[in-house]
């Protein structure tokens, strides 16, 4: 699947893909193999995939550097249900399906045979590798190229860049946590010289187990951010209270407008 062949529809202001878990992953490996085939790999431009919930939505229309910064993301997916459940109701076209990030970095190597290097940044040092460590061991086809711990300062992001681009990776996670991830992206996308990247918020933690998901029927009925919300109260509780019924607001506000 090529990016040119992407349909998009407005969530909420939020310029998202209508793509499903595969189309999300054959976009990732086809802007690799792409770029690789490219007789000057040093000039190509990253293809920066964000995703989009709830939060997301609430955030960006309350705070319109950030709604900018998402929506210059080359792919903004459904990260959470809910974004599927709104475009259903509120926008010019339906998005299929789901596409957790939580799941996406799994679904790379398990949807696709492909071998591809991966550089994962974000969390502490003792996360990262760890995370590293359980990708590579569960699947032969998600080589390591490096990590990098997610506490640095601006002055340190160029060594980090240069550090990138050095791995020769194909795909750069970043998990910093919005707006941060989505901070260093933007900042560094015309730097790095990495085929696809693509921030993934707290998924490391997912992978090593200290964050868990909720139960299959939360997922389904879109209620994954309930079981959040009273598994981690202190951190995410007032969170989902404030910003999901903004985000409904924000869905109605701009029911059916068109992308452009």
């Avoid at 802007?31 to 960006?60: E, M, R, Y």
């Avoid at 705070?63 to 929506?71: A, E, H, K």
């Avoid at 550090?163 to 020769?168: C, P, T, V, Y």
Wanted: hydrophobic share 35%; proline share 5%; net charge neutral.
């Amino acid at each position: 699947m090529d990016l040119s062949e992407v349909r998009k529809t407005n969530v909420g202001g939020l310029i998202t893909a209508c793509i499903s878990r595969l189309d999300l992953v054959n976009l990732m490996v086809t802007k690799v193999k792409q770029d690789k085939q490219s007789p000057t790999p040093q000039t190509v431009k990253p293809l920066v995939i964000f995703s989009a919930n709830g939060h997301s939505i609430s955030i960006a229309n309350s705070d319109p550097v950030m709604g900018d910064m998402l929506n210059q993301a080359d792919i903004l997916h459904a990260d959470g249900q809910s974004v599927v459940t709104f475009s259903k109701h509120f926008s010019e076209y339906p998005i299929p399906e789901r596409s957790a990030t939580t799941d996406t970095i799994h679904d790379v190597p398990t949807m696709s045979s492909e071998v591809l290097n991966h550089f994962l940044l974000g969390a502490s040092k003792e996360t990262i590798e760890k995370c590293a460590d359980v990708m590579s061991a569960k699947y032969s086809n998600f080589k390591i190229s490096g990590t990098q711990h997610g506490y640095f300062s601006e002055q340190e992001e160029q060594a980090i860049v240069d550090k990138i681009n050095q791995s020769g990776t194909d795909v750069l996670w970043v998990g910093l946590g919005k707006p941060k991830e989505q901070v260093f992206i933007i900042r560094n996308r015309e730097k790095l010289n990495v085929p696809v990247i693509i921030s993934c918020g707290g998924c490391y933690n997912f992978v090593t187990g200290d964050y868990k998901r909720a139960p299959e029927i939360f997922q389904t009925l879109g209620l994954e951010w309930l079981h959040r919300a009273f598994t981690e109260p202190r951190k995410l509780l007032w969170r989902y209270i404030t910003t999901n019924p903004h985000a409904i607001y924000c869905v109605i506000k701009h029911r059916h407008k068109k992308v452009g």
